[in-house]
């Protein structure tokens, strides 16, 4: 089980989603959504992934930001 991210994209570009997630905002769903089917694109946090990321969601700084506060509260039950 996932237990230490939110989500994840496997090399054959399956995503893992952690279960918790759906006790976040919507918006935070959708960033972690975008973020992962970005990494089908680009498979590590280069500069292209970030600006894949911000093409398609500009405000991800703000967004994850709030999710980060969220994490220890949530990942860790």
């Known amino acids: 089980p996932m237990t230490k991210q939110w989500g994840s994209c496997s090399a054959k570009g399956n995503l893992m989603l952690n279960p918790h997630l759906i006790k976040a905002p919507k ?8 973020h992962e089917l970005c990494h089908i694109a680009e498979h590590n946090h280069s500069e292209k992934f970030w600006r894949l990321l911000t093409s398609v969601m500009p405000h991800w700084k703000e967004v994850k930001a709030r999710l980060d506060g969220m994490a220890e509260l949530y990942l860790n039950e």
């Open 27 to 34: 918006e935070c769903i959708d960033y972690v959504i975008l």
